[in-house]
Structure formats: structure tokens, C-alpha cells
């Protein structure tokens, strides 16, 4: 092995003092060329944009006073820290994305797990809980506005059977429940994902425990949940910046209204993109609505790099141990 690894970084050696071939520049030259395309992109479309923002939260821009502008330092992120709307917002997401994350997880890992196992019509009711992680948020929320609708509501026309003339008004008075109702509806995306990787699992673990006198808690517990903890990995920390990044489903949920079209939410509903979108398009306050998104972006940096190095201590590679066992 140490022989074939210094054989070819002697070759190496040798290329960069000779030069490439004819044959390896018109190969490094395809590569470049067909690269070139995702790297403009990248750069006029993601980092241009992201390097005008982290300028423009410095500054009092407002979309329209742009002959006119100024530098404020830091006070747009002064202003952010001192406003209790900015809490208000980011104490309402925290609370969010710690509940429906962790259930909704757990609701996508228990129906995998049944529905990985041999039962009659099973493809069926994959497809089923699995269409609406594929449907437009758009028309999937008017539906639920529908569903929760306070007069022509069919969750109340439900409700009354039981209870004559419920009328609980869903969307107002019960926002968050709503809200994680809608988040857990789509628990069928993280389930084809938890079915990859039960079905990744060998059965000869199975067998070889239940020899050995396993139970169904013991199989889960020694072989299941240990095998999958890399899909969890992957599963949690896109939860986690999926649900801080809600915005779109509570200003179509509780819609825009007034002659100006804004967003209509109290105070204790802002999530914390929605205060954003809101200071930035209803408000154009373009300068505090960016460094507010550069502070979430901090923040929701942090939190994954937690996440990553909490990693090792409880997601089990087996390629990487049997590496370390070598």
C-alpha cells in the first residue's frame, strides 16, 4: 500500500514537472467549461447578492434612497437586539421548530417503521401519506383555511356532531396549534426517507438477534435505531433550518389584508422570517430587514454546527469504525 501511494505521488511529482498532456488540458479544460455555468450562478445569483445584503444592513437603504444613502454601522443590529418585537419573533420560532421538529421525526420513523413491514396494500398508503410533502404550499393551505375555517369550517362541522354548534375559531385562536398540524401533515417526506434506510439495514442482524433471544424493543434499541442515527442526523438538522425558516404558511394561513396588503399577524404570532419579510417589503426597511436576516443566519449557524459536533457522540458510521478499527 505504501509503495502504490508513493509510486503515485511520484508520478505526480513528475507531471507538474513536465506539464500535461495535450490529451489531459483539453480534459481540464471540458471540466472547466462545463462548471463555468454553476459558478456564475453561484456568484452573480448567491454571492453577489450575499455580499450587497451584508453591505446594505450597514447602511439606512430603503429600496428607493439609494442617491441618498447612508452608513449606520451597526445600528440596524443595535436596533434589532433592542426591539421586542425581535424576541417576541425569535422566542415564537424557537418554541416551533423545538416542538415540531423532535414529534414530527418521530411521526415519520413510527409510520416507516410500520409501513416497512409486509402488510397488504402498503405502496398505497406510502403513496398517501407521502402527496402532501409534494403539494404547492399555496393550494395546501387554502385547503386547510377550509378544513379551519370558523363558520364553513369542516373541522368544526365535524366537532359539531358531537358538540352542537362548536365554532372554534382555529386560525386565530389556536395559530400554533394549526401550525403544527400543517408540519406534521407532511411527516410522509421524512418517511420515505426513514424506509431507505430501514431497508439499508441487513436482515441477517435481525436473524442473528433473534437467535440470541432479542426481543422487538431489543431489536429497535441494539440495531435499529443505532443503523438509521445517520438518516436522523441528516433528517434533524434540515428539520431545524426548515422550521426557523417557516414563513410562507403563516402569512398565507392568516393572509394579507388592509388597503396596503400587509402582512396581518399580532404581535405574539410573528415568527421570526415573517417580521422580516414584513419590515423589509411592508416597511421598506430594507437595511434592518437584512441584518436581521444576517443575525438569523448566525444563529441558525450556530445551532447546526452544535448539532454537527454533537454528532459523534451519538451517530454511528460503520465505514468510519471499522476505518478507525484498522
Same mark, same amino acid.
Given at each position: 500500500?505504501? %509503495?502504490?501511494?508513493?509510486?503515485? &505521488? ?29 459558478? +456564475? ?28 444613502? $447612508? ?19 425569535? &422566542?415564537?420560532?424557537?418554541?416551533? &421548530?423545538?416542538?415540531? !421538529? ?7 420513523? +413510527? ?8 402488510? $397488504?396494500?402498503?405502496?398505497? #398508503? ?24 370558523? %363558520?364553513? *369550517? ?7 356532531? #358531537?358538540i352542537p354548534g362548536t365554532a372554534i375559531n382555529w386560525i386565530n385562536n389556536q395559530y400554533f396549534t394549526v401550525l403544527y398540524l400543517y408540519?406534521?401533515?407532511? !411527516? ?69 389584508? *388592509? ?9 405574539? $404570532? ?8 414584513? %419590515?423589509? #417589503? ?7 430587514? !437584512? ?7 448566525? +444563529? ?14 451519538? !451517530?454511528?458510521?460503520?465505514?468510519? %469504525?471499522? *476505518?478507525?478499527?484498522?
Amino acid at each position: 500500500m505504501n %509503495q502504490m501511494i508513493g509510486s503515485g &505521488a511520484g508520478q505526480a511529482i513528475a507531471r507538474s514537472r513536465r506539464g500535461y498532456s495535450r490529451r489531459e488540458r483539453r480534459e481540464i479544460a471540458a471540466f472547466h467549461l462545463f462548471t463555468l455555468p454553476w459558478l +456564475l450562478g453561484f456568484v452573480g445569483l448567491s454571492l453577489v447578492p450575499l455580499l450587497l445584503g451584508l453591505a446594505a444592513s450597514f447602511t439606512n437603504y430603503d429600496g428607493l434612497n439609494l442617491p441618498t444613502i $447612508k452608513i449606520v454601522a451597526l445600528q440596524n443590529y443595535a436596533r434589532a437586539f433592542s426591539s421586542a418585537d425581535f424576541y417576541i419573533s425569535l &422566542a415564537n420560532t424557537a418554541i416551533y &421548530a423545538i416542538v415540531a !421538529v423532535p414529534v414530527g421525526l418521530a411521526l415519520s420513523l +413510527l409510520l416507516a417503521i410500520a409501513l416497512n413491514q409486509p402488510l $397488504k396494500g402498503r405502496d398505497l #398508503f406510502r403513496l398517501l401519506y407521502y402527496i402532501p410533502a409534494i403539494l404547492p404550499v399555496a393550494g395546501a393551505i387554502r385547503a386547510w383555511r377550509l378544513f379551519f375555517g370558523l %363558520q364553513s *369550517g369542516l373541522v368544526n362541522a365535524f366537532l359539531s356532531i #358531537f358538540i352542537p354548534g362548536t365554532a372554534i375559531n382555529w386560525i386565530n385562536n389556536q395559530y400554533f396549534t394549526v401550525l403544527y398540524l400543517y408540519d406534521w401533515w407532511h !411527516v410522509g417526506g421524512g418517511m420515505v426517507l426513514f424506509l431507505a434506510g430501514l431497508q439499508g439495514i441487513p436482515a441477517e442482524l435481525y436473524e442473528a438477534a433473534r437467535l440470541d433471544g432479542a426481543g422487538r424493543f431489543s431489536l429497535f434499541r441494539h440495531i435499529t435505531l443505532p443503523l438509521i442515527t445517520p438518516m436522523l442526523f441528516f433528517q434533524l438538522i434540515m428539520g431545524f433550518i426548515g422550521a426557523l425558516q417557516i414563513m410562507e404558511v403563516p402569512i398565507l394561513l392568516t393572509g394579507r389584508g *388592509g388597503q396596503s396588503g400587509q402582512v396581518q399577524l399580532a404581535r405574539d $404570532k410573528f415568527m421570526y422570517m415573517v417580521y422580516t419579510y414584513s %419590515q423589509v #417589503f411592508d416597511f421598506q426597511r430594507f437595511g434592518y430587514g !437584512v441584518a436581521l436576516a444576517w443575525v438569523f443566519f448566525v +444563529l441558525v449557524l450556530v445551532l447546526t454546527l452544535i448539532i454537527i459536533g454533537s454528532s459523534r457522540y451519538w !451517530v454511528y458510521y460503520e465505514v468510519a %469504525q471499522e *476505518g478507525e478499527a484498522r
